[in-house]
């Protein structure tokens, strides 16, 4: 798979609402580990912030420790509670929201030549937590935000070097980051031009609960200072408009060893398959 393309235009989102008042972001587990730096971070620059994790004690800490932060409490993997959340940080927020930061996900070991993994579908939380939550979350907050043309928006989607070759210890985590990854690439092609931008992150290795089933030797050296030196470096890059944001050393090195698409090509590729007309009154 190729290397996020550099974007046609790097304008800068000031992460400043259509109004002039705050902009609304939802980071979608924002209860601790980068979401919560995130989320820390977009309050800094005067952001309305809202979480949602599924641990209640998770959330309570995180809303103890910064009063800025509003929590909902939400499985995303959960279609009615996608509903459910979306609605709840519409109403708390007072408008529909201006940011939505996919940044929930769960990591599982698997081995497809052990007995463990081939017992049971252990493959479908992953696909639905790091795939199916985050594309109907995008769904969710574009239909909300439908028809209004003059305000800037925009999703952030977290992903991860992993996406980009296979790691054998955790073969959904990287499958289900390299179909979101996709995903997100095709929705800044439809909404190009429009008025919600698509940014998406590449973090390094961290020191946080995610691979709790695994040995990461590179995450040790990644604890909370350099969570929160990503989570500066994702908004900065917010602000500076990039919407490929490699925030560390380890992003930019790990990137780097992928060929760069030609968008010229995809261009050309893409006018080779159109939509039928009438596909969308079935
Ligand atoms: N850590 C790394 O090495 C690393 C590297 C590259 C990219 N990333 C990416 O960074 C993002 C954040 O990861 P992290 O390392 O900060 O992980 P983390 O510390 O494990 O935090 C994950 C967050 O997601 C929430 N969550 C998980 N499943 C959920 C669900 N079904 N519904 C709602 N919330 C859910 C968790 O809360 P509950 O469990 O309470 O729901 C928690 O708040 C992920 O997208 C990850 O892929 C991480």
Redesign the pocket.
């Known amino acids: 798979m190729a290397k996020p393309e550099a974007s046609a235009s790097n304008r800068p989102f000031p992460l400043a609402s259509g109004t002039g008042g705050p902009m609304a972001a939802l980071v979608?587990?924002?209860?601790?580990?980068?979401?919560l730096a995130l989320a820390r971070e977009l309050a800094d620059h005067g952001c309305t912030v809202l979480i949602?994790?599924?641990?209640q004690a998770?959330l309570d800490a995180a809303t103890a420790a910064d009063r800025r932060l509003i929590a909902i409490r939400?499985?995303?993997?959960q279609a009615a509670e996608r509903e459910r959340l979306m609605a709840e940080a519409e109403r708390l927020a007072g408008h529909p929201l201006d940011l939505l930061v996919n940044?929930?996900?769960?990591v599982r070991a698997h081995d497809y030549a052990s007995a463990f993994t081939l017992a049971e579908d252990r493959a479908a939380p992953e696909i639905a937590?790091?795939l199916a939550?985050p594309i109907d979350l995008a769904r969710l907050f574009l239909r909300a935000r439908h028809g209004r043309v003059d305000s800037p928006a925009a999703i952030l989607n977290?992903?991860?070097?992993?996406a980009f070759f296979p790691l054998d210890a955790n073969p959904l985590y990287c499958a289900t980051?390299a179909a979101f990854h996709m995903f997100t690439l095709s929705l800044r092609r439809h909404l190009a031009g429009g008025p919600v931008r698509v940014f998406e992150v590449?973090?390094?290795?961290?020191d946080?609960?995610?691979?709790d089933q695994l040995v990461?030797a590179s995450?040790a050296a990644n604890g909370q200072q350099v969570i929160d030196a990503v989570a500066r470096e994702t908004v900065a890059g917010l602000l500076a408009g990039e919407e490929t944001i490699l925030p560390h050393e380890q992003s930019r090195a790990l990137i780097a060893m992928f060929p760069q698409f030609d968008m010229a090509m995809v261009d050309a590729v893409n006018r080779g398959v159109e939509r039928r007309p009438g596909w969308d009154s079935e």
């Open positions: 979608t587990g924002g209860s601790v580990g980068l979401g949602c994790a599924r641990t998770d939400a499985d995303v993997s940044n929930a996900a769960i937590t790091n939550a977290v992903s991860t070097p992993g980051k590449f973090p390094p290795a961290l946080t609960r995610l691979a990461v995450q």
